[in-house]
Protein backbone atom coordinates (compact mmCIF):
# COMPACT_ATOMS: atom_id res chain seq x y z
CA UNK A 1 0.00 0.00 0.00
CA UNK A 2 1.74 3.29 -1.19
CA UNK A 3 1.51 6.26 1.35
CA UNK A 4 1.11 9.57 0.01
CA UNK A 5 3.41 10.04 -3.42
CA UNK A 6 4.49 13.49 -4.11
CA UNK A 7 5.58 14.46 -7.22
CA UNK A 8 8.43 16.21 -8.54
CA UNK A 9 10.78 15.67 -5.59
CA UNK A 10 12.90 19.01 -6.19
CA UNK A 11 11.97 21.97 -8.16
CA UNK A 12 14.02 25.37 -9.19
CA UNK A 13 12.06 28.08 -10.76
CA UNK A 14 13.02 31.88 -10.89
CA UNK A 15 10.89 34.70 -9.53
CA UNK A 16 7.73 35.35 -11.55
CA UNK A 17 7.16 31.94 -12.85
CA UNK A 18 4.12 29.73 -12.16
CA UNK A 19 4.70 26.13 -10.34
CA UNK A 20 2.64 23.11 -10.06
CA UNK A 21 3.25 20.16 -7.52
CA UNK A 22 0.93 16.98 -7.59
CA UNK A 23 -0.36 14.56 -4.89
CA UNK A 24 -1.72 10.93 -4.65
CA UNK A 25 -3.47 10.24 -1.00
CA UNK A 26 -2.87 7.52 0.33
CA UNK A 27 -5.51 4.56 -0.64
CA UNK A 28 -8.12 5.03 0.84
CA UNK A 29 -8.01 8.63 2.01
CA UNK A 30 -10.25 11.40 0.45
CA UNK A 31 -9.34 14.79 2.27
CA UNK A 32 -6.32 16.44 0.81
CA UNK A 33 -3.93 18.87 2.66
CA UNK A 34 -1.16 21.10 2.15
CA UNK A 35 1.35 22.34 4.28
CA UNK A 36 4.65 25.19 3.34
CA UNK A 37 7.46 24.08 5.66
CA UNK A 38 10.30 26.59 5.60
CA UNK A 39 13.79 25.81 6.28
CA UNK A 40 13.85 25.50 10.14
CA UNK A 41 10.45 26.32 11.23
CA UNK A 42 6.83 24.33 11.54
CA UNK A 43 4.72 23.34 8.76
CA UNK A 44 2.19 25.76 8.31
CA UNK A 45 -1.30 24.84 6.74
CA UNK A 46 -2.14 25.90 3.21
CA UNK A 47 -5.83 24.46 2.25
CA UNK A 48 -7.57 21.36 2.88
CA UNK A 49 -9.30 19.88 -0.13
CA UNK A 50 -12.54 17.11 0.19
CA UNK A 51 -15.21 16.31 -2.37
CA UNK A 52 -13.18 18.74 -4.80
CA UNK A 53 -13.93 21.84 -2.79
CA UNK A 54 -11.19 23.92 -0.87
CA UNK A 55 -12.72 23.50 2.69
CA UNK A 56 -10.73 25.39 4.88
CA UNK A 57 -7.42 27.49 3.82
CA UNK A 58 -4.47 29.14 6.51
CA UNK A 59 -3.26 32.86 5.62
CA UNK A 60 -2.12 32.35 2.55
CA UNK A 61 -2.11 34.65 -0.39
CA UNK A 62 -4.46 33.90 -3.60
CA UNK A 63 -1.19 33.25 -5.47
CA UNK A 64 -1.47 29.99 -3.39
CA UNK A 65 -4.52 27.69 -4.91
CA UNK A 66 -5.30 23.96 -6.06
CA UNK A 67 -7.18 21.72 -7.27
CA UNK A 68 -8.84 18.22 -5.97
CA UNK A 69 -9.54 15.24 -8.94
CA UNK A 70 -12.57 12.83 -8.81
CA UNK A 71 -9.66 10.34 -7.93
CA UNK A 72 -8.61 12.40 -4.52
CA UNK A 73 -5.46 13.27 -5.74
CA UNK A 74 -4.54 17.19 -5.67
CA UNK A 75 -2.33 19.92 -7.62
CA UNK A 76 -0.98 23.22 -5.52
CA UNK A 77 -0.36 25.61 -7.81
CA UNK A 78 1.61 29.27 -7.24
CA UNK A 79 1.80 31.76 -8.96
CA UNK A 80 4.01 35.10 -9.79
CA UNK A 81 6.52 32.92 -7.27
CA UNK A 82 8.56 34.85 -4.90
CA UNK A 83 11.92 34.19 -3.02
CA UNK A 84 9.90 33.65 0.41
CA UNK A 85 8.12 31.24 -1.28
CA UNK A 86 11.06 28.58 -1.25
CA UNK A 87 10.43 25.44 1.15
CA UNK A 88 9.74 22.19 1.24
CA UNK A 89 5.75 21.77 0.35
CA UNK A 90 4.34 19.04 2.25
CA UNK A 91 0.99 16.99 0.71
CA UNK A 92 -0.84 15.01 3.40
CA UNK A 93 -4.19 12.70 3.06
CA UNK A 94 -6.94 11.65 5.92
CA UNK A 95 -10.30 9.83 5.71
CA UNK A 96 -12.78 11.58 8.07
CA UNK A 97 -10.88 12.36 11.63
CA UNK A 98 -8.40 9.86 11.57
CA UNK A 99 -4.57 9.74 11.44
CA UNK A 100 -2.77 12.46 9.42
CA UNK A 101 -0.41 10.88 6.99
CA UNK A 102 2.29 13.21 5.27
CA UNK A 103 3.92 12.93 1.70
CA UNK A 104 8.24 13.59 1.76
CA UNK A 105 7.27 16.71 0.23
CA UNK A 106 8.51 18.89 -2.54
CA UNK A 107 11.47 21.40 -2.20
CA UNK A 108 10.85 24.24 -4.42
CA UNK A 109 13.85 26.92 -5.12
CA UNK A 110 12.72 30.32 -6.12
CA UNK A 111 16.28 31.90 -7.35
CA UNK B 1 1.20 34.94 16.80
CA UNK B 2 2.01 31.29 17.15
CA UNK B 3 -0.19 29.32 18.68
CA UNK B 4 2.09 26.61 20.04
CA UNK B 5 5.43 27.18 21.75
CA UNK B 6 7.99 24.60 21.24
CA UNK B 7 11.59 24.69 23.80
CA UNK B 8 14.11 23.45 23.27
CA UNK B 9 15.29 24.79 19.54
CA UNK B 10 17.90 22.02 19.64
CA UNK B 11 18.48 18.93 22.00
CA UNK B 12 22.00 16.72 22.56
CA UNK B 13 21.54 13.79 24.40
CA UNK B 14 24.13 10.69 25.16
CA UNK B 15 22.53 7.54 24.25
CA UNK B 16 20.59 5.96 26.89
CA UNK B 17 19.38 9.20 28.66
CA UNK B 18 16.19 11.01 28.45
CA UNK B 19 15.48 13.87 26.37
CA UNK B 20 12.42 15.62 26.94
CA UNK B 21 10.68 18.52 24.67
CA UNK B 22 8.27 20.99 25.89
CA UNK B 23 5.41 22.68 24.12
CA UNK B 24 3.08 25.49 25.24
CA UNK B 25 -0.41 26.84 24.02
CA UNK B 26 -2.82 29.75 24.16
CA UNK B 27 -6.29 28.29 22.36
CA UNK B 28 -7.94 26.15 24.81
CA UNK B 29 -10.21 25.04 21.98
CA UNK B 30 -7.51 22.64 21.19
CA UNK B 31 -8.53 18.78 22.16
CA UNK B 32 -5.99 16.83 20.22
CA UNK B 33 -2.19 16.99 20.75
CA UNK B 34 0.27 15.13 18.39
CA UNK B 35 3.82 14.81 18.34
CA UNK B 36 5.43 14.15 14.99
CA UNK B 37 8.96 12.97 13.70
CA UNK B 38 10.77 14.00 11.00
CA UNK B 39 13.69 12.41 9.38
CA UNK B 40 15.48 14.75 6.35
CA UNK B 41 14.38 14.30 3.25
CA UNK B 42 10.93 13.36 4.66
CA UNK B 43 7.67 14.16 5.54
CA UNK B 44 6.57 14.37 9.25
CA UNK B 45 5.26 10.99 10.75
CA UNK B 46 2.61 10.56 14.07
CA UNK B 47 4.96 9.32 16.85
CA UNK B 48 2.24 9.33 19.39
CA UNK B 49 -0.84 11.72 20.93
CA UNK B 50 -3.04 12.60 23.71
CA UNK B 51 -6.53 14.62 24.14
CA UNK B 52 -6.88 16.61 27.05
CA UNK B 53 -8.39 13.85 29.18
CA UNK B 54 -5.80 12.07 30.43
CA UNK B 55 -2.51 13.76 31.89
CA UNK B 56 -0.27 10.90 30.39
CA UNK B 57 0.23 8.28 27.79
CA UNK B 58 2.81 5.76 26.89
CA UNK B 59 3.67 3.85 23.58
CA UNK B 60 6.74 2.27 24.16
CA UNK B 61 9.95 4.41 24.74
CA UNK B 62 7.66 7.73 24.08
CA UNK B 63 5.38 9.62 26.52
CA UNK B 64 3.55 12.38 26.45
CA UNK B 65 2.88 14.50 29.75
CA UNK B 66 -0.19 16.65 29.67
CA UNK B 67 -0.66 19.60 32.22
CA UNK B 68 -4.45 21.26 31.02
CA UNK B 69 -4.04 24.07 33.83
CA UNK B 70 -0.97 25.09 32.72
CA UNK B 71 -1.45 24.72 28.98
CA UNK B 72 1.83 22.57 28.38
CA UNK B 73 2.25 19.36 26.96
CA UNK B 74 5.88 17.84 27.09
CA UNK B 75 7.46 14.35 24.82
CA UNK B 76 9.72 12.23 26.73
CA UNK B 77 11.89 10.09 25.09
CA UNK B 78 13.36 7.13 27.44
CA UNK B 79 17.20 5.51 26.76
CA UNK B 80 17.67 7.75 23.51
CA UNK B 81 18.87 6.15 20.79
CA UNK B 82 20.68 7.54 17.78
CA UNK B 83 18.60 6.44 15.52
CA UNK B 84 15.97 8.56 17.43
CA UNK B 85 17.91 12.13 16.11
CA UNK B 86 15.32 13.67 14.16
CA UNK B 87 13.43 16.83 14.19
CA UNK B 88 10.23 16.54 16.69
CA UNK B 89 7.07 18.90 16.14
CA UNK B 90 4.65 19.36 18.78
CA UNK B 91 1.43 19.99 17.33
CA UNK B 92 -2.36 20.97 18.04
CA UNK B 93 -5.85 20.92 16.97
CA UNK B 94 -9.46 20.95 17.44
CA UNK B 95 -10.96 17.85 16.42
CA UNK B 96 -14.25 18.64 18.04
CA UNK B 97 -15.21 22.10 16.12
CA UNK B 98 -14.91 20.67 12.62
CA UNK B 99 -11.50 19.27 12.58
CA UNK B 100 -9.08 22.28 12.41
CA UNK B 101 -5.81 21.92 11.22
CA UNK B 102 -2.84 21.18 12.50
CA UNK B 103 -0.92 24.01 13.96
CA UNK B 104 2.89 23.10 14.39
CA UNK B 105 5.44 24.48 16.84
CA UNK B 106 8.73 25.52 15.18
CA UNK B 107 10.29 22.25 16.01
CA UNK B 108 12.74 20.47 18.00
CA UNK B 109 16.11 19.08 16.95
CA UNK B 110 17.12 15.97 18.58
CA UNK B 111 21.04 14.86 18.09
CA UNK B 112 21.92 11.21 20.19
CA UNK B 113 24.99 10.95 20.72
CA UNK B 114 27.00 7.79 21.45
Known amino acids: DAGVTQSPTHLIKTRGQQVTLRCSPK?????VSWYQQALGQGPQFIFQYYEEEERQRGNFPDRFSGHQYPNYSSELNVNALLLGDSALYLC??????????FGSGTQLSVL | QQQVKQSPQSLIVQKGGISIINCAYENTAFDYFPWYQQFPGKGPALLIAIRPDVSEKKEGRFTISFNKSAKQFSLHIMDSQPGDSATYFCAALTLNSGNTPLVFGKGTRLSVIA
Open chain 1, 27 to 31: SGHDT
Open chain 1, 92 to 101: ASMRGNEKLF
